[in-house]
């Protein structure tokens, strides 16, 4: 780190990072942040942040902090930078576990990335524990077999269509959740969908699950989940 001239004093530099100050200055302990000379904040999710570091935001005009509210990122890693980033990633996950501030994250669309390869899981896990207060999540064509490791306390709408789900039992318990998309996936089941799970469940969408093709299926949906009034379209 030095410090270069600005002609009404110094800038604290680095080769590669410089320190910025925020704009809203007062919603922050510290008043300035690290800049990469790509324009990007460090450490972010995608920089380094490490135990003694944690993710900083900037401000971008129109946009309320953190700037990676992003509508589609992708969040998907190679093997080999998942071998990198793994205690970088571990991290990540104990911070937002640690976090009891609720970052103003309304929709994140993580669809059509394969998320669902074993090697992923740890990287889905780590960024929806950072995001834990989304309230509209699109995992759509992930190939999913489970989602019992992540938890989304104040997710509304759910979009898991075109998974590997094969049973209600490999979701969590989504306790705000009134509306899920789960069509072609492999559900023949309404076990493990009930109202201590989904309590306020209100409309889910199921085509294209064998469970469908029971002619009674929309009568035993309801029977184990009361708080239903539209399935697949249907009111109930």
Known sequence: IYKESTGGGYKEKSYNLQRVPYKNAQSYEEKEYWLLR???????????PTRDMPARWVDVEGVKPPVEDLRAPRIRLAPQELERRGRTIEVIRIKGEEDKRVAPVDVLNLGYQDLG??????????FLTINKHVRKVSLTDNNLLTLLDISLPSCTTLYLSRNQLITFHALPPLPALTTLYISNNFISSPDGLTEDKFPKLRSITLTGNPITEDPTYRQKLKKTCKSLTSIDGTPV
């Not at 790509?38 to 995608?46: K, L, T």
């Not at 390869?117 to 780590?126: F, H, K, N, T, V």
């Open 38 to 48: 790509s324009g990007m904040p460090f450490p972010s999710y995608h920089a380094n």
């Open 117 to 126: 390869d074993a090697y992923q899981m740890a990287q889905l896990q780590a």
